[in-house]
Structures are given as C-alpha cells and as structure tokens.
C-alpha cells in the first residue's frame, strides 16, 4: 500500500529548489571572482616591453627608442645615449657608452631570459656602439667606425 503524501521523509521540491540556488550562487561567486583577477592582474606584457622597462629604469625614462623580439630570441633594443659629451675624451666616452650599454643588457638578463640581447646606444640618429649579451656571457661591445 502506497504511503499518503503526507507521510513522506522531505519534500523534494523544496530540495531541488535549494541545490538550485546554490549552484546559481557559487557560479555567480566563480564570475565575480575571475572577473576581478582580470582586472587586478592588469593586461599581460611581452616580454620586449618588460625588457623596454627596465632598461628604461636603468638608463632613463624615455630613452628607448624601439625594441623588438624576433622569433629566434634575440631582443634589440635602441636607447639614445646620455652618457658620452663632447667634454670627456673619445676613450673615456667609449668606455662610458660600453658600460651604460653591457649593464643594460646585464640587466635584463638577469630578470628575463632571452637567447641574445643587442643593445644599440644611438645619438642623433646614428648608432654609436652595439652591444650584445647572452645568458651567462659577458656582453661584447662594437662600436661605430666614427665613434672610435
């Protein structure tokens, strides 16, 4: 003999009901909580643009003048030298331009791994020194046959 329907153990519906609102409500908490990270985290960078920044933080604020990544790893970067005068002498300028350049490209590797960096100390449009650098290398230094 079936039982009357006032003798059941809960009522489903009301249990429905309730699981209803909880997945409702955690999926509500998930979007909220995805959508802040978004927005906290803040847009992703490349890497050149972090690159660009610390040396940016090293050198100067707007100094670089470009810098792009390839697809076989290596960074160039361009930075207008602040170092070199026409006060100091040619030797003391080289080696100025030589370190602002190789502690630059230290630097970034140091933070961000890259399979070569060039750094080229430009002035006036006309590329001084290049300097390049790869991990656990210490960075070469050409400079420009005027520049000697």
């Not at 802040?36 to 803040?42: E, K, L, P, T």
């Amino acid at each position: 003999m079936p039982k009357p329907r006032s003798q059941r153990l809960f009522d489903w519906r009301a249990a429905a009901i309730y699981i209803a609102v909880v997945v409702v409500a955690g999926a509500g908490l998930f979007a909220w909580d995805h959508a802040y990270q978004a927005r906290v985290s803040g847009p992703l960078l490349r890497p050149e643009d972090i690159a660009k920044s610390l040396v940016e933080g090293f050198v100067g604020n707007g100094t670089v003048q470009e810098s792009t990544l390839d697809r076989s790893g290596t960074l160039t970067i361009k930075v207008k030298d602040v170092v070199s005068g026409k006060s100091k002498t040619p030797a003391q300028n080289r080696e100025l331009v030589s370190r602002e350049g190789s502690q630059a490209v230290e630097r970034v590797l140091g933070l961000v791994t890259f399979k070569q960096i060039v750094v080229q100390v430009v002035r006036d449009g006309k590329v001084l020194a290049t300097v390049r650098g790869k991990p656990g290398a210490k960075p070469e230094t050409e400079f420009a046959p005027e520049f000697k």
